[in-house]
């Protein structure tokens, strides 16, 4: 029953990883050839380019730790395992703010407040964003430095008091754990904050349009519910995501081999379903996808 199990979630987890690049790979490709083709690039496609790519590398991790752990546990070493974390750590944090960054680049271009504090920032809303993924590297470097410093502490065979190696080691694992929650839970709650900004933001609009005796379905009202849908479904798969990697995280009190396995397929939703909903939310995007649809299907219908 158990290897039934472990078959079935193989399976899925390779499935999910060969739709999550098709996905990105399609996001990355469409926006090359549009940047190609115009000689330009708008902020959004530049962060929506750069996350189909961290995502790929992301989905790479997932599914090589996959491969390592399940089918060659052999080869899965301490060295080879925290260079592996390492590696998702950077994409990780890639991918997580990316997708938080662009959350905020919808909110300030689409949301409408009359606060002087949100229009400075309206008005300088790529150059908001530019500097709040050059500043989350100070986080990423931070992250990585507590990392190695857990994992040279796993391996370290220390020769003095056992005791208090025990406790280093413990105190290393329980700094590592903290940053893994804060980490997470900044962008989460950056999201969260502007999914809630942009509800607030669509129900003054829509109360605007209701006064002013005009009907609800205008371009504003589609942007503010296509930019919500983004969001919100960045902020559900990501909050699974999330449970998974805690889970993952402290896995070293799990004795089913299968439990590791099943956060991996939580996991790895993320990276893969999010982007299809990206895809479908993008005016671009959908009907490249919706083109790329049709092609296919006369392409089949010429091979019968």
Not at 85 to 101: D, G, K, Q, R
Not at 149 to 160: F, I
Request: aromatic residues 12%.
């Amino acid at each position: 029953m158990i290897h039934l199990l472990r078959s079935i979630l193989s399976i899925l987890i390779i499935a999910q990883f060969v739709l999550g690049s098709f996905a990105n790979g399609f996001i990355a490709l469409v926006n090359c050839i549009d940047w190609v083709k115009k000689h330009k690039i708008s902020c959004a496609d530049r962060i929506l380019t750069a996350l189909a790519v961290s995502r790929i590398s992301l989905l790479w991790i997932i599914v090589l730790n996959w491969y390592a752990t399940v089918l060659h546990p052999a080869i899965y070493s301490s060295e080879v395992r925290t260079i592996a974390y390492i590696a998702w750590v950077a994409s990780n944090h890639f991918c997580l703010w990316l997708a938080t960054s662009l959350s905020i680049l919808y909110l300030l271009k689409i949301a409408n407040f009359s606060s002087l504090l949100f229009l400075h920032l309206k008005w300088r809303a790529e150059r908001v964003v530019i500097m709040i993924l050059w500043v989350t590297l100070i986080f990423l470097v931070f992250h990585l430095a507590v990392v190695g410093t857990d994992e040279k502490m796993k391996m370290n065979v220390y020769k003095g008091n056992i005791t208090w190696e025990s406790k280093l080691r413990d105190i290393a694992h329980l700094s590592n754990g903290i940053i893994f929650v804060l980490v997470h839970l900044t962008p989460f709650t950056m999201s969260l904050t502007a999914v809630l900004l942009l509800i607030f933001s669509m129900w003054k609009h829509l109360k605007n349009m209701q006064l002013s005796g005009k009907g609800f379905q205008d371009p504003s009202t589609e942007v503010h519910l296509r930019a919500m849908q983004t969001v919100i479904s960045f902020l559900l798969t990501f909050v699974i995501y999330l449970f998974a990697q805690i889970i993952s995280f402290w896995n070293f009190s799990i004795q089913n081999n299968s439990v590791p396995l099943l956060c991996q397929v939580f996991g790895i939703l993320y990276p893969s379903s999010h982007s299809f909903i990206l895809i479908w939310g993008n005016k671009k995007l959908r009907q490249a996808f919706l083109s790329l649809l049709r092609q296919l299907r006369c392409w089949l219908k010429e091979r019968k």
